[in-house]
């Protein structure tokens, strides 16, 4: 889903394409955001309209946490609703999702 934004100053609009990832923390917490701006070194990742993954299940298509980037969680995953937003200070790592796992994000349920 493309974002319109405006530049006050010069008032012209833009369009720029949303970037969903899964997000994994030292905790072993698993996320699912929007990322609206990349993190620079030693800055906290914020993500937007975020999802907890409790419990995931991504078999037999992909297998591990970075399988919820390429496929999504699967029936059986057990993910919370969607918060506004959430702050990770502790290290972190992110992967892209593909436009497959962010329809599945979107549309899971806690089962």
């Not at 405006?6 to 969903?20: G, L």
């Not at 698993?30 to 701006?37: C, K, T």
């Not at 070194?41 to 970075?66: D, I, M, Q, S, Y």
């Not at 918060?83 to 979107?106: G, M, N, R």
Request: charged share 25%.
């Amino acid at each position: 889903m493309a974002k319109k934004t405006v530049n006050t100053e010069t008032k012209t609009e833009t369009e720029t394409e949303t970037v969903y990832v899964v997000a994994t923390n030292t905790s072993r917490g698993v996320y699912f955001g929007e990322l609206r701006d990349e993190p620079k070194r030693g800055e906290p990742l914020r993500l937007h309209n975020v999802r907890h993954c409790f419990t995931w299940n991504c078999f037999p298509e992909a297998k591990g946490v970075w399988g919820l980037a390429l496929k999504g969680p699967a029936k059986g995953s057990q993910i919370g609703p969607t918060i506004s937003s959430l702050v990770i200070h502790a290290d972190f790592q992110y992967a892209p999702c593909t436009s497959e796992a962010v329809t599945a994000w979107k549309a899971a349920k806690w089962e």
